[in-house]
């Protein structure tokens, strides 16, 4: 097994890990505390979104990593990561103040579109057959 094999099913393993301590946290805080009311929101941002968010950006850089063959691909790659590395940033914030407006939250499912479709992009240009010339 190369190392970069090994470094991208070590990703996925820890991105795994945690989606799964966010899911964890869900049961936890929904079903076994009940804390269902507004005060309890920012409970949710360390808790559940912050692990979520880096767990799926893990799980996605490991797999980009097994399957890597096409160097263009990182033009997609990098910025994918950083702005999703950024609107984990601003969900992190945004779910800890309770008075921020739909709009910003609204801005933070655009950019995490922006970033899956760049993502996307960058499977796609990995995955182009080669020119036997």
Same mark, same amino acid.
């Given at each position: 097994?190369s190392? @970069?094999?090994?470094l991208g099913i070590?990703?996925?393993?820890?991105?795994?890990i945690?989606? =799964?301590? *966010?899911a964890y946290?869900?049961n936890? =805080?929904?079903?076994?505390?009940?804390r269902? *009311?507004?005060?309890d #929101?920012h &409970?949710?941002a %360390?808790n559940?979104?912050?692990?979520m968010?880096?767990g799926l950006?893990? #799980?996605v850089d %490991? =797999?980009? #990593?097994?399957?890597?063959s @096409?160097?263009? *691909?990182?033009l997609?790659?990098?910025?994918a990561? &950083?702005i999703?590395?950024?609107? *984990?940033y601003r969900?992190y914030?945004a #779910?800890q103040e309770p008075t921020?407006?739909?709009?910003?939250?609204? @801005?933070i499912?655009v950019?995490?579109v922006f970033?899956?479709c760049?993502f996307?992009?960058?499977a796609?240009?990995?995955?182009?057959?080669?020119s036997r %010339?």
């Open positions: 097994m190392a @970069r094999v090994f070590s990703l996925v393993v820890l991105g795994a945690f989606a =799964l301590y *966010s946290n869900v936890e =805080l929904v079903f076994i505390q009940e269902l *009311s507004r005060s #929101i &409970l949710y %360390g559940v979104a912050l692990p968010m880096v950006l893990l #799980i %490991g =797999l980009i #990593i097994c399957g890597f @096409r160097r263009s *691909s990182i997609f790659h990098v910025p990561n &950083l999703w590395i950024l609107i *984990s969900l914030f #779910i921020e407006t739909r709009l910003t939250f609204y @801005r499912f950019f995490m970033a899956a760049l996307i992009g960058g796609v240009v990995n995955f182009i057959p080669k %010339g």
